[in-house]
């Protein structure tokens, strides 16, 4: 098997011409045909193996590709010269799709068109292959355009690569993309294109190291940011938009989890950007949920003068705020956060720093214990004084419970002996969140209003609709929420 390691950006069509002039360099164009294979029941892809057969120069070419080998940018490749049209069943026995096919047959899914134009680039002691492929996607009479730069390093560090693409975004809109065209081909050919992303699991084992775990973790969390802005800037609706700012919150959160690996200074920079991401989609995704729930629920069947001004001006209010986040996820700022996120998590600092290589060497089941008790603690010690909180405070314990939530969900992987307490630990650190987030929301309510509109007698109006139910049932049920975590019982211990 052949290890590649590469960076994949989509590349607006007019601006290939412009990335190409940049790449500086021994050059050649080549024509790459190919058609993806599948069992019946898609086998392969549900096992996330790619399997094609490429005419192309040097020949025809069976490959198989593995979706992740230990990295979002390094894949596993079994690649074996063939002669027939059709995949050659004795080369795919050399390779893990033999256990993944048990005499089935293998039928085309889709197929490619790709002209790729080749660039030899030598940065210092490092060489990279930067290939820019244009062409089409074919399942039945479906088309999809591609147009794709791939840099893949050949030689020298992989540090080399994020400079590279660094040097190109700065003069062509770049964006970093984790979805193959294996990937896309199979969603244009089942027509899936349109299903709301979601976050993949990082395959943690118990013996994994503390920087394993990081970049596995990191790796799926940005794989999951890439796809939801991605599915925001073709169809932006509500789903998509929850997606992309968790995503962004969960990296966020990666970073405090791992935090012994995470102060550098490129770690500080990562964690604004996320932030800034992150709140460019917070009145959005308000407006979503106080217009799709509480609106909705508090709003039905009651009558008040200016009801119809009010969804008119809340209507109004929505596609403004969309406006604004199709803004920043289209802005290079945004573009720049997904790259720097690969950076970070593939060659910065912490990956080489010999003052950190105990802890990202050290057994990320250990680091783990240590970890999930610390939130614990954090969030038990905060919930003694709920009686004293104010909303900003309920909110801030809310944000604590949040991390050690996510930290749960990451890290039980790494404790397959307590399946069940996980899951209950997991679903105890949910529950706190949903009890507080209703506290907040209905504290952020009358806010959210006077952002919908600054008419007095209307906004007053609308607040009695919607502030009409009992704080002390929403308290009761985060108090009984926090009791219920705090005594959970550990399944790290």
Known sequence: MDREIELKFLIPPEAAGEALALLKGEGAVRQLDATYYDTPGHALRRAGFGLRVRDGEGGRKQTLKSASA????????????ISGPAPDRDALALTPAAGMLNGEPLHPVFTTRIERTVRLVRIGEAEIEAALDRGELHAGSLRAAVCELELELKAGQPAALFDLGRQLSQRVPLRLSLSSKAERGYGLALGDRAAPPRRQSAGLTPHASVGEALQALGRVDLAHLCAALEAL????DPEDLHQARVAARRLR??????????????AQRLDAALDWLAAEFDTARDLDVFAGEVWERAASGAAFSGRDAFERALKAARANAYLKLEAAVASPRARDVLLETAAWLEAGAWTTDPALRKVREGRAVAFAGKALEHRLRQVATRAQDFEDLDAHGRHRLRLKGKILRY??????????????????FVEAARAVQDALGALNDRAVRRDLIRQVTPDEALAHAAERVTL????SELLSAARAALSDLVGAKRFWS
């Open 233 to 236: 800037r073709d169809h932006p």
């Open 253 to 266: 959160a990666l970073l405090k989890i791992f935090k012994p690996l995470a102060q550098d200074e490129a």
């Open 407 to 424: 930290a749960a969900e990451d890290l039980s992987p790494l404790f397959p002996a307590h399946p069940k307490r996980a899951r209950r």
């Open 70 to 81: 230990g990295g979002v940018f390094s894949r596993g490749e079994w690649e074996t010269p």
């Open 468 to 471: 009409g139910d009992d704080e």
